[in-house]
């Protein structure tokens, strides 16, 4: 898996007038292909009195799967510009349904190109891009003479002290980002003239949401 990309973590909905034609946008996170048409089953259940629902998605690490559907739409004028917003932002495991209630006036191809785009820009904004990154937390076990040494490198560092445990040592829990891991490893060699090691509790592939790390 990369080390980081672009998503979004929740559901979300937006909605766009456009010479009375009413578009809905719905976003949703999915980690599978078979997710994706779920959702589009369940979108077009929802609204299954609409004239079209266009949908698009794109999942898998490098963008593997790419789908979209102008659902009755003149060809190239829905579903393409729905995948182009995901495609621009590089947004990874996303699906999304345009739904639009024909409000009797012709839009041109020009004009269902932006309005289509543009209602899916509403609904991946309403949602909000999360970069997603690759972190590990790890576990490192010292005497109560070197802790204070190693309390203060983490605390100064790039990384997280989750919490710390006091047994007969000192265990402190640190959320370090993937990338730092042979950096935060040499200094806590050096700090402890190699006598204690990093050891890796869990790999986690989470968001900072309002202060808060979400695992995904």
Known sequence: MLDEYNTILETAEAELIEKKSRFIATVRPVKSEDEARSFIAEMRKKYWDATHNVFAYQIGDRNEIQRSSDDGEPQGTAGKPVLDVLMGDDIKNTAVVVTRYFGGTLLGTGGLV???????????????????????????????????????????????????????????????????????????????????????????????????????
């Open 114 to 216: 932006r309005a289509y785009g543009r209602c899916a820009r509403l609904g991946i904004e309403a949602a909000g891009i999360a970069r997603v990154k690759h972190y590990k937390e790890c576990s490192v076990s010292t005497d109560y003479t070197t802790s204070g040494k190693i309390q203060y490198e983490i605390t100064k560092g790039e990384y997280i002290l989750e919490d710390t445990v006091y047994t007969d040592k000192v265990e402190f829990i640190v959320l370090l980002d993937s990338d730092n891991e042979k950096k935060f490893s040499d200094m806590i060699s050096e700090a402890t003239l190699g006598r204690s090691d990093v050891i890796t509790l869990r790999e986690i592939y989470g968001a900072w949401v309002n202060g808060e790390l979400k695992e995904v």
